[in-house]
Every structure is written in C-alpha cells, then in structure tokens.
C-alpha cells in the first residue's frame, strides 16, 4: 500500500469519523453546563469527610486510589520494558570522558539543581494541601538530579544514580502502595481503605493515608523516571563512543 | 459558541491522526501519537468545567463555594505522566528497529525476517 | 465564553498541526514543547492547576529528553 493511497483511504473514513465525533459532541452538555452527581457530591463532601483540602489529590489517592495503583503498575512496566530493550551486556566498558566545560553552565546548573531539589520535596510533601502530590513532584526531583548530567559529566550523573539503589526505590515504591491497601484488607476493611488518623485540614499530616500512599507514589515516579533517563543517557554515551553499529 | 472546547478536542485528534498517517519517521510518529493523546486530556476537562466555579482547592476558600469538577482532573493527572513513559517505551522499539535495518522509516521496517 | 478562554482555544488549535508538519526531528522537540506551554495555559484556564502543573513538568523536562536522546542516537552521535 503507498503512500497516496495511504492518505487518500485515511481522508475517506476520516469524513466518516468526524461526522461521528461531531454527532456525538452535539449530545453532551454545553460548556460550563455540568450537572452530574459524582463530582458534586466529592465536591461537598470531601473536606469535611478527609480533612484534606486538595479534593484533586483525595480523589487520586483515596477515593480512586485503585485507578491510581494501576497507573502506577503502568509505570513500572513501560520502565521495565525500556530497561530490557536497552540494557545490553555493558558492563566493564568504560565510559567516554563527555564534561561540559562551560563555567558558567556548571554554575548554574549547581544552583539550580539545589532549589529543584527543595521544590521537588515541597511540591510532594504539600499534596493533599495545595496543587501538587506525588506525580508531579516525583518528575521535578528527577530534574533536579538531571540536571547533574546536563551541566556537569555522565559520570557524575552515573554516580548519583546507581542502578541498584534506583531499582530499590522503584520497587519500594510501588509496592509501598500495595502493601497500604493489603494492610487494610487484613484488618478485615477494603482493600485502600483510609486507616491512620484523619488530622487537621491545611497541615501537612492531614488526610489519613494520603500522605503515606502520596509519598510512595512519589517515590516510584523519581525512580521511574531516574531509571529511563539511566537507559537512554548509556546507550547515547555507548553511540558515540562508537561501539555500536 | 458553546461547543468550542470540544471542537477543539475533536480537531487535535484529527490532526494527531493524520500525522501519524503520513509520518516518515518514527519518532515524528511518537510525537504525533502524543498530541492525539492531548485531545482527550482536552475533552475530558471541557466536560468538567463549571461557569463561573473556581479551582477545586479549598485551602483559601470556603468549602462549598463554585468549584469545577474534580474527578476528571484526577483521571488526567496521572495520565499526563504515565503516557510519557509509554512514549519512552515506544521509542526503545523504535530504536531497536534502527539498530536492525538501519533507518527510522515506517515503510522500511516492514518485515519481518529470520 | 469569555474572550480569554477563547484566545487559549485559538492558541492550542494553531500550534498542534505546527507539530505535525514540522519534518526536521530537532526542530520536532522545540515544535512539541511549545505545543506542551500552550495546553498548559488552557489547563490553567480552565481552572486545572493540578493537570497544569503535570502537563508543565513532563513537557519540559522528560519528553523533550526523550526526542533529544532518540535523535541522537539514530545520528550516531
């Protein structure tokens, strides 16, 4: 099949396709019209029932935490993937010498790569408060330890980064999710139910088993991510050192 | 007027589709993939939009005041991040295929042999 | 509508096919992190601080490196 009669095949069944989408756009509620039950009775209730101000975040780890933990599990087995497509026999190569030379670079990524550092934990730490939690936080300290490779060596970065100790917090990460929800079922609750004390609403402890599944999420996505970076950064150093045709 | 969000849904998967239809690259094709992935991260925010409603964040405000909904934010948040590393995934393939026939073309990469 | 969130409609709807016609792959990455800000001012637009802060993190930092390294690796340094 060529390419024109590709594109000209995708052009006929896309008339079909937008007439379809079109039809069912036309039967949902206008914009800013929404009116379904779920969402108003989280929005009502789940301040006072969690004591955790960011329904956002209460929602993804306590009311749908189920949803979450198979993102999580999704997580683990895409990084897993990459790592068994990358990872050749590499061991006892060593690794081409690629520091940046730049003074000014190396400057700027050290001040930098502290306060994301801070930001990283802040933004994990305040998830049931304010906008944040553990998704986002988990990339932005996996930046900031990024940002060693960027302004600085490959092997500075290989050496904050063993893959061992990455593997380890990925690992316990994840399963730090699982093992909160089995915990609940051996008491005799539901699976993911909400057991340690609820707290203050607008402090850092607030919510329950928010804070612990939160910081486990966290965990899991800083390493995911360390991990792909880990992967691609080696075969681009292994690429360049020539040892791959 | 009303509609405009989700027309807007609509046209990005449109136009994320058609690239990947006509892309010569693998990795162009990756990139298209994820803009057609945006277009349900659109559609289901538009759904959930309350005129008038605020961020559903209650830390300054008081609880019970107009606030848009907050279940499909949480469904999109986690998707944003996960869709990357699958991206990532995708591409590792795609890799693996250059190291094989030596070029990223789809129409290249066709068969399979051995 | 108000005139605001029309503007970040107009905005998201010019730059996604400006991704898929881009043929050079370097300018690919720019293209797609560009497209990645403008969703991330309709997210906040639409009053999604949390979707924002996700779609900002993710398109600054991990996709950009992942197209970035995948080129250079097809070039072979």
């Not at chain 1, 790569?113 to 802040?122: E, W």
Request: aromatic letters at 10%.
């Amino acid at each position: 099949m060529n390419r024109r009669l590709r594109i000209g095949l995708f052009g006929i069944s896309s008339a079909g396709l937008t007439a379809l989408m079109l039809w069912a756009v036309a039967g949902l509620p206008a914009f800013g019209d929404y009116h379904h039950r779920y969402g108003t009775l989280l929005k009502k209730v789940a301040v006072s029932e969690r004591h955790a101000t960011n329904v956002v975040t209460s929602i993804v780890f306590d009311y749908r935490g189920f949803d979450t933990m198979g993102e999580e599990l999704i997580l683990f087995t895409s990084v897993m993937g990459v790592a068994l497509l990358l990872r050749d026999v590499r061991e006892g190569a060593d690794r081409p010498r690629d520091a940046v030379v730049s003074d000014a670079l190396g400057l700027v990524g050290l001040a930098f790569s502290a306060g994301l550092l801070v930001l990283g934990l802040y933004v994990i730490a305040h998830g049931p408060i304010t906008p944040g939690g553990g998704f986002q936080g988990g990339v932005i300290l996996s930046a900031a330890l990024l940002l060693v490779w960027l302004a600085g060596s490959l092997r500075s970065y290989m050496r904050l980064t063993p893959t061992p100790y990455v593997d380890l917090t990925e690992g316990t990460g994840v399963g730090g999710f699982v093992v909160t929800g089995l915990v609940a079922l051996l008491i005799g609750t539901p699976f993911l139910h909400n057991l340690l004390p609820y707290g203050l609403a607008g402090k850092l402890s607030s919510g329950g088993s928010i804070p612990v599944v939160n910081w486990a999420t966290g965990l899991a996505v800083t390493a995911a991510f360390l991990l792909l970076y880990n992967e691609f950064l080696e075969e681009r150093s292994f690429v360049i050192a020539g040892k791959h045709k | 007027m009303s509609y405009l969000p989700y027309l807007l849904a609509v046209w990005i998967f449109l136009v994320g589709l058609f690239g990947i239809v006509r892309s010569r690259n693998f990795i162009h094709l990756v990139v298209c993939l994820s803009v057609a992935q945006s277009a349900t991260y659109v559609l289901l925010l538009s759904i959930g939009y309350v005129k008038g409603g605020t961020a559903p964040i209650f830390k300054d405000v008081k609880p019970g005041t107009k606030a848009v909904d907050p279940v499909v934010q949480a469904l999109t948040l986690t998707d944003i991040v996960v869709a990357v590393a699958v991206s990532a995934l995708l591409l590792a393939f795609a890799l693996k295929a250059f190291d094989h026939e030596g070029s990223l073309d789809p129409k290249q990469v066709v068969e399979m042999k051995g | 509508m108000i005139p605001l969130q029309a503007m970040a409609i107009a905005l998201v709807a010019v730059f996604a096919p400006l991704v898929v016609f881009t043929r050079d792959i370097v300018r690919l990455t720019m293209a797609a992190s560009l497209y990645a800000f403008s969703l991330v001012v309709l997210f906040l637009i639409f009053q999604a601080p949390d979707v924002a802060l996700s779609e900002l993190v993710v398109g600054a930092v991990a996709f950009p490196l992942v197209i970035v390294v995948a080129i250079v690796m097809q070039r072979g340094g």
